[in-house]
């Protein structure tokens, strides 16, 4: 007998200004059921999501919860109609106890100010014992109890609100294989309490175990449904790639020259182990894995960012490890970082002085700083990223995120380094932005320098990378050199061919 429905989203779509992130989507989900939600970055799975969660008052289209429309035009209402949101970044605070963690908003009332702590208590351990920690105290604070722990409190505090849809947004990006197999065991006790589950993730090894169903969007529309046994990772991976979209880089030609950096037996232990490449001249290598597999680790330890536990770096004759950016920087390495906010601009500057602030000693260098250079030096900048509005002395904080990361970009193009590494150069930009950096990117490493990408984005890896290496779990399991890199052999790799039991 099939199950009742418990959500159905009917015609639902959600605009962002330029972008239509989800057009007209129907989507259901039933009660014991989950309901694996797939599609490459940008495909508009979380939007989706959102949506769902209350987070937007002006999507367009119909939510039925057991039947009744509902206007989830906020979080409350949302909640109120029994949606539990489990986001990538965990909201638990980490300072304070368990227990106020779970019972965040409505601790049980005592007099006025007081709460009552037995009660809480109690309640906090038949929340905790439903996600398989009963054994923890519930007066620790969440930074006392691991990651896993962390995100299975995470789901505990949402059942405290009686949902009847969880939504599990790449829950296990952050997790051991053991970690996993400790969710599914709750996930699995979880569909026996009737609960509709959506779970989104990129792993097909994962969704092949734990889902029921699976429903692919691309380009913000819902591509197919169908019961996970009626479908394969390769129908899988095709529907969410779609058409090919190689001709947007139909000029890349390639420039690979000799070796101009080796990395030797990267290690840093629960991170990424014995990690080896080299980087030629001319060359884009994209360094590709799933959430999690270390990426982003592996190049903040090149730059001195974070620790090493072993190996070295090979570059312009010299051996071994940067302490910290400024000696990387100062040995030609720049890195360009995923979050441009935190790391790369100083948004509070002008464009100017933030395209400035890497060469500014050498520049000034003896007392011979000529200011004529340096506009000189932004205003090419300026016009070869398309900067807009070219002023130079715009506030950085005033541009678009599109106009700030070709600012970040512009800021490396104008130091001497031969090496960058570029940690989702495009992530959230609009398609103009990232035409115009994927040129500058051809551009720099057309002279002989070498590019390190990180991206998430396939489509891009595909367009720039002249060789990709696979990382899983922090260790390079394969390569994949020129035409043989394609969005679904970027897939397969990523996700270890044929893993899954289908
Ligand atoms: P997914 O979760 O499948 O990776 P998203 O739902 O995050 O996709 O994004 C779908 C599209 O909507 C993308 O083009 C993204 O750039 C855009 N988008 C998402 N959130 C916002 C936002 N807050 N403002 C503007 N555009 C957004
Ligand atoms: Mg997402």
């Known amino acids: 007998m099939e199950k009742k429905i418990a959500l159905q989203m009917k015609n639902v779509s959600k605009r962002f200004p330029g972008t239509l992130a989800v057009d007209g989507v129907d989507f259901e989900v039933r009660e014991g059921e989950v309901h694996a939600l797939m599609g490459e970055n940008g495909a508009g ?14 999507y367009t289209g119909e939510i039925y919860i057991d ?32 227990v106020e963690n779970l019972l965040v908003g409505r601790l049980p009332k005592k007099n006025g100010l007081f709460y009552d702590k037995k009660e809480a208590v109690r309640q906090a351990k038949e929340l905790l014992e439903r996600v398989g920690l009963g054994y923890l105290d519930p007066n620790k604070p969440i930074s006392e109890i691991s990651q896993c722990e962390a995100q299975l409190v995470e789901i505990a505090k949402v059942l405290g ?16 294989s053991e970690e996993v197999q400790r969710l599914f065991k709750i996930i699995r ?30 380009d913000g529309r819902k591509i197919k449904t169908y019961p996970v046994s009626e479908t394969t990772n390769e129908q899988l991976i095709q529907d969410m790639v779609g058409k090919s979209v190689k001709e947007f880089y139909a000029n890349k030609e390639s420039h690979v020259g000799e070796t101009m950096m080796e990395v030797k037996d990267l290690t840093r232990w629960g991170f990424f182990h014995h990690v080896n490449f080299e980087l030629h001249r001319g060359e884009v290598l994209a360094i590709c894995g799933l959430a999690g597999s270390g990426r982003t680790e592996i190049a903040r330890s090149i730059v001195g960012v974070d620790p090493l536990d072993a190996g070295t770096i090979v570059k312009d004759g010299r051996e071994g490890t940067y302490k910290n950016m400024t000696m990387a920087i100062k040995s030609g390495i720049g890195y360009l970082t995923e979050d441009r906010k935190v790391m790369g601009l100083a948004l509070t500057q002008s ?86 950096i994927h040129k500058a990117v051809l551009e720099y490493t057309k002279k002989g320098n070498g590019v390190i990408l990180l991206s998430s984005d396939l489509p891009e890896v595909v367009g720039l990378a002249d060789r990709a290496i696979i990382l899983r779990e922090g260790y390079i399991t394969g390569e994949i050199t020129g035409e043989e890199i394609t969005e679904s052999s970027l897939l397969m790799a990523a996700n270890g061919e044929g893993k899954h039991v289908s």
């Open 45 to 58: 799975k979380s939007t989706l999501m959102k949506m769902l969660a209350g987070l937007f008052n002006d």
């Open 67 to 98: 039947g009744n429309l509902c206007k989830l035009h906020t979080p409350m209402l949302a909640k109120e109609h029994g949606v539990g949101m489990i986001y990538q970044e965990l909201s638990v605070a980490r300072r304070i106890s368990i």
């Open 161 to 176: 609100t009686n949902p009847k849809i969880i939504v599990m947004d790449e829950p296990t990006s952050a997790l051991s």
């Open 189 to 218: 006790a979880l569909k026996e309490q009737n609960l509709a589950i959506v779970y989104i993730s990129h792993h097909l090894a994962e969704i092949f175990e734990i889902a029921d169903t699976i429903t692919v969007m691309r």
């Open 351 to 436: 464009i100017s002085d933030n395209i400035l602030v890497s060469i500014i000693d050498k520049l000034s260098k003896g007392g011979l700083y000529n200011p004529k250079d340096h506009s000189k030096i932004v205003e090419e900048k300026i016009e070869e990223l398309e900067i807009y509005p070219p002023q130079p002395g715009r506030l950085v904080n005033a541009l678009s995120g599109g106009n700030q990361q070709k600012v970040l970009m512009a800021k490396w193009l104008a130091t001497d380094a031969d090496v960058l590494i570029l940690d989702e150069p495009t992530r959230g930009v609009d398609i103009g932005a990232k035409q115009t």
